[in-house]
């Protein structure tokens, strides 16, 4: 499994990023090998990340060819003061089963698909 995370600072929202935004993240759920995604803002609302997980880096990469995401990567000045990216591989994932979560639990606990959050901004808008 991988991880794309998308780290940012929000900048002005317009009616085309929220278009776009929408239209991503429905890109992202169809994609084959989308697992889910999370997302967190900072308490000062200054930095925000949203973070996408794949079954594999092949799955990832075809997400990353999507037109609409190629449209947003061009136009990103528009929306953000600035990005930050980490793909990752995910080598371990556990807890004490108390908070589901859609990577698989080492310690047996099921992997819940998709998740609640989708491409940065959907839900933490300011």
Request: net charge neutral; charged share 20%.
């Amino acid at each position: 499994m991988y991880s794309a995370a998308f780290i940012f600072e929000p900048g002005t929202y317009d009616a085309r990023f929220h278009e776009l935004n929408a239209l991503i993240d429905a890109a992202a759920r169809a994609t084959p090998g989308y697992v889910g995604a999370e997302s967190w803002r900072s308490p000062d609302g200054e930095r925000a990340n949203a973070t996408y997980y794949w079954e594999s880096l092949e799955a990832l990469r075809e997400f990353s060819r999507h037109p609409k995401h190629i449209e947003a990567k061009r136009e990103y000045a528009r929306w953000y003061r600035g990005y930050h990216i980490v793909v990752a591989q995910v080598v371990r994932s556990y807890g004490n089963g108390a908070i589901a979560h859609f990577t698989q639990d080492e310690r047996g606990a099921t992997r819940q698909h998709a998740g609640a959050a989708g491409h940065p901004g959907a839900s933490m808008q300011p």
